[in-house]
């Protein structure tokens, strides 16, 4: 009898047995059925308080607009845009690495659950996803950041700034869902669905590659951080906070963009409360570390309240809607191969950089020091925290508190009458 024979005789046995069965089960629940998104917007938190406890905030936009650069000087469009001829390389830059990680992280919790597939969409969803990538990029560059780094990281920072961009994501989400269904109403090219390819032979190995990228980048991650260079120790971390957000989201379907458009769409709520949770949770975790300043608030809040904040988020929210995903939304979907996702990513970056050309040209986010207020102005806003701007934390919990139980009211509500659908 031969070795492979023996071994492969040995695990027909266990995998038969009550032990066999079990593990199956334990995981197929864990790395196959889809996680809770209150279990994925806690354990988001968790990853964002280690992250912060390290100095550090999660960003998307930065990183998007970072390779939206290396594109418009690959093809000639850098001098033309004022984009920097020498830019920072995408696998050094914090935003970039950890968008990176963030789609490693889903594309390997995809692979363990037998979920990645290259999606390919009907021709008009590649126009919309590239439309809508354009948006997001232009409202970004107003706001200072997306749905991440332009409302929730403000929002958990104490700035005001997050809130007025989720004032202009609620209105975008419902001016986008009445375009598109007006689109959908007049437009018939492109809607013909593509026909996949079938089965992938690959398939039942597919926990063994997701696999095989996660011990890869740990194995990146440990080297790094025994580097003994304090920068690429920082950048571990990041990597590390990247990966377990993908993976996390990609599990528990996180998106910013269902928050903002499944209420107005079909009256479901239960991602709306769970970013309602997770910002719950996070806003009193980092008014302890600021308190104990062990991270600067500053750090991470746009100066772009109100102005900016409202219209990014305008534009932003329209944007999404046509895009099929927010920043990080879309980023995942990318590492589950949603080739949609692909182009919206991919126009949301260049659009991006593009767009800020024009920011920097007409110095709407060049920031100067009133000296009255000692805050960071912009043409489209200032650099505000809360807690400093009306005299301390009491009051500026009680503003962000009471923004949640509104929104969560709201929702809770409209779960029970759709009195707010606009389909």
């Known amino acids: 009898m031969t070795t492979e024979t023996a071994t492969g005789g040995l695990l027909a046995r266990l995998s038969a047995s009550p032990f066999g069965e079990g593990l199956r089960r334990d995981y197929h629940e864990i790395f196959v059925e889809q996680w809770s998104p209150y279990l994925g917007a806690i354990l988001m938190v968790a990853i964002l308080a280690a ?5 550090q905030f999660w960003g998307i936009f930065g990183g998007l ?16 845009l004022g984009v920097k001829p020498e830019l920072e390389s995408p696998l050094s830059h914090r935003m970039s690495l950890m968008n990176g990680a963030l789609i490693l992280g ?8 037998r979920q990645f597939a290259l999606n390919r969409a009907p021709k008009l969803e590649y126009v919309w996803g590239a439309l809508g990538g354009t948006l997001m990029g232009i409202g970004a560059a107003l706001a200072g950041g997306c749905t991440t780094g332009g409302f929730f990281t403000p929002v958990v920072h104490s700035s005001p700034a997050g809130w007025a961009m989720w004032a202009g994501l609620l209105i975008g989400a419902v001016v986008g869902l009445k375009l598109l269904l007006w689109t ?61 957000m993908g993976f996390v989201m990609q599990r528990a379907r996180i998106c910013f963009a269902r928050a903002f458009r499944e209420p107005f769409m079909t009256a479901e709520g239960d991602m709306t409360k769970a970013i309602i949770l997770a910002l719950a949770l996070a806003i009193p975790v980092a008014a302890v570390l600021f308190d104990r300043k062990i991270m600067d608030p500053y750090i991470a809040i746009p100066s772009t309240f109100w102005i900016g904040s409202l219209l990014g988020g305008l534009v932003f929210g329209i ?42 040209r007409w110095d709407l986010l060049t920031p100067e020091q009133n000296l009255d207020t000692m805050l ?14 009306i005299g301390g934390w009491g009051w500026a919990l009680l503003i962000s508190f009471g923004i949640l139980l509104a929104w969560y009211l709201f929702v809770r509500y409209n779960e029970s009458t759709e009195k707010f659908t606009v389909l």
């Open 106 to 113: 889903a594309f390997a919790a995809a692979l363990l659950s």
């Open 184 to 244: 959908l109403d007049h437009i018939t090219w492109g809607m013909t669905a593509n026909v996949s390819g079938g089965e992938t032979p690959l398939r039942p190995w597919y926990p063994w590659f997701g696999a095989a990228v996660l011990v890869a980048i740990g194995w990146w991650v440990t080297d790094w951080a025994a580097s003994g260079d304090a920068k690429l120790a920082s950048r571990a971390i990041v990597i590390l906070a990247g990966l377990g």
């Open 51 to 55: 992250l912060m406890i390290s100095g």
């Open 376 to 389: 960071d102005e912009t043409k489209v806003g200032a650099q505000v925290f809360l807690p400093e701007a």
């Open 65 to 80: 607009k970072l390779w939206g650069d290396w594109f418009n000087n690959a093809i000639g469009l850098g001098p033309l």
């Open 319 to 360: 944007g999404m809607i046509f895009a099929g995903g927010c920043a990080s939304g879309a980023l995942w979907r990318m590492g589950e191969g949603h080739l949609k996702l692909w182009v919206a990513g991919f126009f949301f970056a260049w659009g991006g950089s593009s767009f800020s050309a024009f920011v920097r």
